[in-house]
């Protein structure tokens, strides 16, 4: 079959491999029919480097069709439509029973003292195959799945995999009260959809905050009261404020992460890092301080006092220095977390509908064949022809 596969520092290539069969009698194959680009994997395309190895399948968000199952699956059959979560959790364990499924005791990588395996992401977590292929092993798919029906459009559920259920949670830890104020750090997919859904749900003002244009505009339309960090970027804190009665917003969702604009420090730590043999960057990243803060920073500055951070933009650094002092002073809440897919999908289905009240089905800017993979993490990480959103069709 054709995937996607990790090759090196900004280096993805779509290469012939063998076709996954079932190895556990947990395990189904899916035929996959769409598979997104996420704003994650870029952070393997660029900083995680360390952790991927030449060959590595990269994506984890797809969706398709069910082609076997192995013998104790016993819910999915030859012909199911399902949509694949990011990560891998067992349904069972003490984990999924308190719905942390990105901690599920059955798939945790203890190797690295990490969470739930994740597809396509890095000896981190586990190292599984991923999803930017024309079909994928899913391990645990007795619960790994969330079965959609026959007849909408792929683009209707495919965000369940990870924009939809991490947007969702971002919103729900962030928890600003309907008559109040939420900033959103970055309006990329994760971003743009958090504040769909807080006013969705009825949150009175939502104040987006990027540095791309379109992304920027595309968060107006709907709703969104939106500031240019590259007008603001000294004092965004006190422009915030003036929006709030000098208080600050509410909640802060940082929907940013790793690699924030705007973070010299960290931007050195990480190319330092890229020119080290990989054991040794291995050992720093896990160690170190190595991420570009300042969009985690710019939340600490503007979430009013007692108010909450919920950070879904993805950290990676073992050390980052954190203002300790601001942070207790403030009296601030911090939530955080890769997203539980399904603790979310109830919530969610009723909303996608005919009616699409989040906009999933002009949600992505591109729709390219998986072989066009390569062009298109180029243009998804330097943002070129508008791109916000990539659904690649194997
Ligand atoms: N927690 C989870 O489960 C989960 C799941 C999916 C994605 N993520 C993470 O969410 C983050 C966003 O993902 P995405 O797909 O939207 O990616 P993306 O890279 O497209 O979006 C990030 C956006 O942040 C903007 N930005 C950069 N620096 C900024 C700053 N200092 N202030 C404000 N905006 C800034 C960028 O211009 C960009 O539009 C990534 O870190 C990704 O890894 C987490
Ligand atoms: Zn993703
Ligand atoms: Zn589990």
Redesign the pocket.
């Known amino acids: 079959m054709q995937a996607v596969t990790w090759q090196g520092k900004r280096n993805v290539q779509v290469e012939t491999v063998p076709d996954p069969t079932i190895e556990q009698p947990t395990d189904a194959i899916v035929r996959i029919t769409s598979t997104n680009i996420?704003?994650?994997d870029?952070?393997l395309y660029e900083t995680l480097g360390p952790f991927m190895d030449k060959g590595d399948i990269l994506g984890h968000e797809p969706m398709g069709i069910v082609e076997e199952v192995g013998s104790e699956v016993s819910n999915l059959r030859a012909g199911d439509r399902v949509v694949v979560p990011?990560q891998i959790s067992c349904g069972h364990c003490f984990m999924c029973s308190e719905h942390l499924y990105?901690q599920c005791e059955t798939t945790q990588v203890r190797d690295h003292g990490t969470g739930a395996a994740l597809f396509g992401f890095s000896t981190l977590y586990g190292q599984v195959p991923g999803g930017q292929a024309e079909y994928l092993r899913v391990p645990q798919a007795q619960f790994t799945h969330i079965k959609v029906p026959d007849g909408p459009p792929d683009e209707r559920f495919v965000y369940l995999s990870?924009?939809l259920p991490?947007a969702w949670?971002?919103v729900a830890y962030a928890d600003a009260p309907k008559d109040g104020t939420l900033a959103v750090?970055?309006?990329?997919?994760?971003?743009?959809m958090a504040c769909r859904i807080a006013l969705q749900r009825g949150v009175e003002r939502v104040i987006g905050?990027?540095?791309?244009p379109e992304?920027l505009e595309r968060a107006q339309a709907r709703g969104v009261e939106v500031i240019d960090?590259r007008e603001h970027e000294k004092d965004l804190g006190a422009v915030v404020r003036e929006m709030t009665s000098g208080r600050g917003p509410d909640a802060v969702i940082d929907?940013?992460?790793?690699?924030?604009?705007?973070?010299p420090l960290g931007k050195l730590a990480h190319q330092l890092t890229s020119l080290l043999p990989k054991k040794v960057a291995e050992q720093v990243m896990e160690k170190a301080g190595v991420d570009r803060m300042?969009?985690l920073y710019?939340a600490i500055d503007m979430v009013r006092r007692g108010g909450t951070i919920s950070i879904?933009?993805?950290y990676g650094g073992m050390a980052d220095p954190l203002p300790m002092m601001t942070l207790f002073d403030k009296q601030i809440q911090l939530r955080?977390?890769?997203?539980n897919v399904k603790r979310w999908v109830d919530d969610i289905f009723p909303l996608l509908t005919d009616d699409d009240v989040l906009g999933v089905e002009s949600f992505a800017t591109h729709r390219v064949p998986l072989t066009e993979a390569p062009e298109a993490y180029e243009m998804?990480q330097k943002?070129q022809d508008g791109a916000?959103k990539i659904v690649l069709k194997p």
């Open positions: 996420c704003g994650s870029l952070h990011f990105t990870d924009v991490t949670q971002a750090l970055g309006l990329g997919p994760i971003g743009d905050i990027d540095l791309v992304r960090l929907a940013v992460g790793m690699e924030a604009h705007g973070s300042a969009a710019s879904i933009g993805v955080m977390g890769q997203a998804f943002k916000v």
